[in-house]
């Protein structure tokens, strides 16, 4: 059997042609969408996904503000600068780059963004709504998920879908999106007993374990749909996903590729957010 490849960088193009018209329409009512970017320190990773949301937004009119900050900067001075992006009217969406250095608590930071400029989904009221399935800024890699899903007609209502990790900025809530589609709906993680028994059980697996092509056929069954959240580096400095693609290949009917499967869609969800919140300007006016 041959496996489908779920094409997230085809499926952005054509999302983004519908944003750009999107961002068109405002700008004519004389609003510039924009997005803020906080980067702290000199992550090289972090570096290349932040440069690549800010080639996106100009491609579509979205303004971009890029804050960079020195690693050792302190939390005071990072909340400080928040709360100046949440003062500012012109600002629509703020996002932090993580993971942050040690000496600053992620959560406070992610409770500070106000929720209505919270571009990634990820303060807790948002997340609440997530699970109570009420319209609000959502996660932008599960989001982007679903909307492969949607793309590719793939039906999620009763299927047995398993989560394998539990981030707050994948595996929760994925978990959440899943259940909003009715499927049922498994976490697993790294204290997981016996995790191949549950995955082969799975119509659906989401993979966001952060281990280089760590899930092989044997953790899947027949006509399994995978998707592949991992960003690792191999020993030979290409990227790689969490899955083994070679080895699932043969077995599974569809699989995201990586690069080129979700990483894609997160950073048009992102865009696609940053509009979303732009847009309300006009009813808040
Ligand atoms: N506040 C916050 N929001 C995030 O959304 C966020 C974050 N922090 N921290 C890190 C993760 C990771 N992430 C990615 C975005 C794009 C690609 C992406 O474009 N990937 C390309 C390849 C990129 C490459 O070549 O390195 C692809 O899969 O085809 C990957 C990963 C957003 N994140
Ligand atoms: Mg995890």
Known sequence: ????LIDGKKVSKELQIKLKKRVSSLRQKGILPKLAVILVGNNAASKVYVRNKQITAEKLGIETLNINF???ISENELIKKIDELNNDATVDGILVQLPLPKQIDESKV???ILPNKDVDGFHPVNMGKLFTNEIGPQPCTPRGIMELLKYYNLEISGKNVVIIGRSNIVGRPMAAFM????????????KTKNLKKITRQADIVI?????????D????????IVIDVGMNRNKAGKLVGDVNQTSVSKKVKYLTPVPGGVGPMT???LMQQTIE????RINNE
């Open 179 to 190: 259940l909003n589609e009715d499927a049922t709906v498994t976490i697993t993680h790294s």
């Open 217 to 224: 056929a044997t953790y899947l069954k027949d006509d399994a």
């Open 1 to 4: 059997m041959n496996v489908n």
């Open 277 to 280: 919140l732009a847009e309300k």
């Open 267 to 269: 950073i048009t969800m």
């Open 207 to 215: 993979v966001a374990i952060g281990k280089a092509e760590f899930i």
């Open 70 to 72: 020195d690693k050792n």
């Open 110 to 112: 992610t409770q500070r």
